[in-house]
């Protein structure tokens, strides 16, 4: 079941003993101007799996962090969100992992769980045999044990 967060409120995550994020909602219209980020479009054909994640992470969170509680700077001095901040705060493993595990990666599974389908246990094709079968004198296409 979907559950409609029709708020639109923005949430806090707690990503850290004394780290807050205040957050917008995670929407469709957040994920497409994260996706058009400039940073991201910037990234070269041959980036890896997780330079990616990481460009995705920032261009999401500088869009939704609203406000933060716990970031200072070396004089432990509070400092306001600001798009550097907030590079510089997701360089930081475990936030970036938390950031990720808490606010993108509920949008990223949604998005999943829709592309998938159960097999149903006692429908049309429950039971049904299967009707594929070797030809024989084929070579094995896998080696055999």
Do not use: H
């Amino acid at each position: 079941m979907i559950r409609l967060n029709l708020t639109a409120a923005p949430a806090w995550l707690t990503l850290a003993p004394g780290l807050r994020l205040q957050v917008a909602p995670l929407t469709t219209a957040l994920m497409v101007s994260a996706r058009a980020d400039p940073a991201i479009e910037a990234l070269p054909d041959i980036a890896t799996q997780e330079e990616l994640a990481l460009a995705m992470a920032k261009a999401v969170a500088r869009r939704a962090v609203l406000d933060w509680e716990g970031v200072g700077d070396d004089a432990g001095d509070a400092v306001p969100v600001s798009p550097e901040g907030i590079d510089a705060l997701l360089e930081i493993w475990p936030v970036f992992e938390a950031f990720q595990t808490q606010y993108v990666a509920k949008g990223l599974i949604l998005d999943a769980e829709k592309n998938v389908s159960a097999p149903l246990p006692n429908g049309p094709s429950a039971g049904a045999a299967a009707t594929a079968r070797p030809v024989r004198g084929a070579a094995p296409t896998a080696p055999q044990d």
